[in-house]
């Protein structure tokens, strides 16, 4: 259980870049938590401090019963920290980097082996080999076991799958749901939406500010405007007429796809012929489900 | 215990496996003893000199010879007039020109007495400081050589005076190092540069070699106890320094047949207390810097200070009080005169051991900082 209350965090020698403007959320024991937002949102500034590397200038974090800036011994006894960039010793081997992190917090491979057993496997063929020279996915694993083999109840990952390719991602997330299974709560922070719906419940950051946090189909069913998208065409060309249009409110790229949200009484036929005027001809205009990405963009306009 | 044991155990694997440092340990210190003290020297040999002759006579002949047989002097050129032998000077062909009078053999038979010009370059101070010394000397021995054969010359009754005349001649005994080797003086000094470097700039970019990676953020997570964590950075040092300390003591044997006239042990002991306190102003460094860059830049500027204020090349009696006072804080300064202590003046443990007891003194306030300025929250 992690309770986060009103937490301020600033650098710079007059506090003039704040990386968090008061912070509240509470995790509940056994789930996984996602923190998502753009680079530069406050993720990893909340993360380190929630980690006990950084101190905050103010507010509360509170993990299982341990105050963050008075009990931080015991706060590293029980949390695993993987930061977002691999930290691990490149020089040392697979299996001498998950024997020194054993050693440092007392314990050993052996004792703790069921716990990362699933990810292990995997790197295991190669545990003689030297983390640097790891694929990216393969250092996340080790990372990964690195920080659980002393046994953490709660696991902080920061952007863990940053710079992972798709298949790894993937995998690295059925790893979580497993985890999870074993009773681990689980706080994690990416800047890929697509993975909100992984979490049990998420909350989007931004500028140091939650600006919304419940479960992904909470944060979904939440969603108030009309989304349509819109295909054909000149996606640049298409986008700047649809932006000139007084009814449509916000229109964004996704992918090979516009999202636009509009007024109320506007017709998606109406629309088709205000394109087609502009010389639009093959334009498919469709209303859509909002993504996490969709509410994400409704709440930062 | 079991802790430090596998985090010095990681230290030393981490540095085998760099293909650089351990060659460089063993490398460095038999290149330092091997090269350096031909070079490093502070005798001043091979001072070019033109002789401008105007008497052209057996004598002023005796003179230009005389000089031109010093080990110290070559002879560049023998100018007809000062002009050209000052344009010599003047490009940079000769450092010293002796003008010898045209009446020179006249007045030294009529008035056993005469006198020779000298110029000298000296924008080298020191050259042209000894240079003209070393001139007065070979003039001087000149003149008792002429003394003693222009004697008969003289009328009977002045010799007989002359003869009475007191004469005082300075003999000269070197004691500690009788064949006035400059490189006896150097090479124990060229051990504490060694260690300094070696034992300075590791442990400086060791923890911030963490920070760049990223892997202090593991270490400062886990429960590990920064004393312990600070102790298993140093100890490695420790080892290295003392193994560069081996190398070099041995190599200094053989290359030269210099061994310590005191004690070996003495040496070895003091050379510890050093390798510790330099270590451990190398830890702070680390701790106080961001990047590898950063140490480095304030490493070498720390290393600079510490030699060139710590007696090796210039002698602390001859410093500014201020520079004074920086060399009596400077832990290079009390090994250096140790190591010549113990290796020109056959000093025993006990004539050391107040440089010991200061050494130990800075090894303490270092170390003690290097554990404190350690934080594993920012």
């Known amino acids: 259980m992690i309770e986060v209350k009103d937490l301020h965090k600033s650098y710079g020698r007059h506090g003039k870049a704040n990386a968090l403007n008061g912070i509240t959320f509470t995790v509940k024991k056994g789930e996984i938590f996602g923190v998502i937002g753009p680079d530069g949102a406050g993720k990893s500034s909340l993360f380190r401090i929630l980690a006990s590397l950084i101190l905050p200038d103010s507010g509360t974090v509170t993990i299982n019963g341990f105050e963050v800036i008075k009990d931080y011994q015991k706060i590293r006894q029980i949390i695993g920290y993987m930061p977002g960039r691999f930290s691990l010793y490149q020089d040392l081997s697979v299996e001498e980097n998950l024997k020194f992190f054993a050693t440092l917090f007392n314990t050993t491979i052996e004792e703790n082996y069921y716990l990362i057993k699933d990810i292990y496997q995997q790197i295991e063929p190669f545990k003689n080999r030297r983390a640097g020279a790891l694929s990216g996915g393969m250092k996340q694993k080790l990372a990964l076991s690195c920080a659980l083999i002393h046994k953490p109840e709660i696991l902080i990952l920061d952007e863990p799958t940053t710079g992972v390719d798709p298949v790894s991602r993937k995998e690295f997330w059925d790893m979580l749901d497993r985890l999870k299974e074993q009773g681990i709560t689980i706080l994690v922070s990416t800047a890929y939406m697509d993975e909100a719906s992984r979490c049990d419940r998420i909350a989007l950051i931004l500028e140091g500010k939650f600006i919304g946090s419940n479960t992904p189909q909470g944060i979904i069913d939440d969603y108030s405007e009309i989304l349509w998208s819109v295909i054909g065409g000149k996606m640049s060309t298409l986008l700047s007429v649809l932006r000139n249009h007084p009814k449509v409110k916000s229109s964004f790229a996704f992918g090979d796809k516009l999202h636009i949200t509009v007024k109320e009484g506007l017709q998606t036929f109406d629309l088709k012929q205000y394109l087609l005027n502009k010389g639009f001809n093959n334009v498919c205009i469709d209303p859509i489900q909002p993504t996490i990405e969709d509410c994400f963009m409704a709440l930062t306009s | ?378």
């Open chain 2, 1 to 378: 215990m079991k802790t430090i044991k596998f985090l010095i155990e990681k230290e030393f694997k981490q540095m085998f496996r760099n293909p650089l440092i351990p060659r460089m340990i063993v490398a460095y210190p038999i290149m330092v003893i091997l090269v350096f003290p031909w070079a490093i020297s502070f005798e001043i040999k091979n001072i070019k000199i033109d002789v401008v002759d105007h008497n052209k006579s057996t004598y002023s002949r005796r003179l230009t010879e005389k000089i031109e047989a010093s080990r110290y002097f070559i002879l560049n050129a023998t100018p007809p007039d000062y002009q050209t032998a000052m344009q010599n000077m003047e490009s940079g062909e000769t450092d010293m020109i002796m003008e010898i009078p045209s009446s020179f053999d006249k007045e030294l038979i009529k008035n056993r007495t005469s006198g020779v010009g000298m110029a000298v370059n000296s924008v080298n101070g020191t050259q042209g400081l000894l240079g003209s010394n070393y001139i007065m000397q070979i003039v001087n021995d000149f003149s008792s050589e002429l003394r003693g054969e222009l004697m008969h010359t003289l009328p009977l009754k002045t010799r007989a005076s002359m003869i009475k005349m007191p004469k005082i001649e300075i003999l000269q005994q070197y004691k500690f190092n009788p064949a006035l080797d400059y490189k006896n003086f150097m090479i124990p000094g060229f051990m504490v540069l060694l260690l300094t470097l070696i034992c300075g700039i590791l442990p400086a970019l060791n923890i911030v070699m963490e920070k760049e990676n990223g892997t202090i953020n593991q270490i400062n997570v886990t429960p590990v106890n920064r004393i312990v964590f600070i102790l298993a950075k140093l100890i490695p040092f420790w080892i290295v320094g003392l193994v560069v300390m081996i190398i070099s003591v041995s190599a200094a044997y053989l290359l030269y047949g210099l061994w310590p006239t005191g004690n070996i042990i003495a040496v070895l002991l003091s050379a510890i207390v050093f390798i510790i306190s330099i270590s451990g102003l190398g830890i702070i460094i680390s701790n106080y810097s961001e990047t590898m860059q950063q140490a480095s830049f304030l490493v070498m500027f720390f290393i600079l200070i510490l030699i060139l204020l710590g007696g090796m090349f210039t002698p602390i009696s001859s410093m500014p009080t201020w520079a004074q006072t920086i060399a009596y804080i400077n832990p290079f300064t009390y090994l250096t005169n140790t190591f010549r202590m113990l290796y020109l003046n056959g000093s025993s443990l006990a004539d050391v051991s107040g440089n010991l007891m200061n050494l130990g003194i800075i090894a303490v306030v270092l170390n003690g900082w290097a554990v404190i300025s350690y934080k594993k929250r920012g």
